[in-house]
């Protein structure tokens, strides 16, 4: 039988799995009933269900080892947890993003992980491009 796991040791785990490309430590980590929802693609991102669907598609970004993913700050409070990160996709001084995954653990696995960044995509500001007397 799996012994219990607090939310911190879950998402410690699963930031680990991303910082040293091990995807054996997202094995039993994640919930059946699992519901991911990618950064892309816009406007919602790629929704992922069920837990090999959700293990797979970090698996194959966990071992990417042409990636980094570089947690910020971890704030935990109960069974959510708030993870903020940089993503490096290259080696230059832009290819990089900054996000947020919100996240969720029920009796010591992940059952949902809502990823938000920012876009490297053109997006109209409301502060772009209105007339002097708008």
């Not at 947690?71 to 993503?87: G, K, L």
């Not at 993003?97 to 920012?118: C, F, P, T």
């Not at 772009?128 to 708008?134: F, L, M, S, V």
Request: proline share 5%; glycine share 8%; net charge negative.
């Amino acid at each position: 039988m799996m012994s219990f796991r607090t939310t911190t040791e879950v998402i410690d785990r699963f930031n680990r799995a991303f910082i040293d490309h091990d995807p054996d430590l997202l094995v039993d980590l994640i919930g059946e009933d699992c519901v991911m929802e990618a950064v892309q693609p816009a406007p919602t991102g790629e929704r992922v269900e069920g837990g090999e669907a959700c293990l797979a598609w970090w698996r194959t970004l966990v071992e990417d080892r042409t990636t980094q993913f570089e947690p910020q700050e971890v704030v935990i409070a109960a069974d959510r947890a708030t993870i903020r990160w940089h993503y490096r996709f290259g080696d230059g001084p832009t290819d990089w993003v900054s996000g947020v995954n919100l996240m969720r653990v029920r009796d010591g696995v992940i059952v949902e992980a809502l990823g938000y960044s920012k876009t490297a995509g053109e997006v109209p500001l409301a502060t772009e491009g209105k007339p002097e007397n708008a």
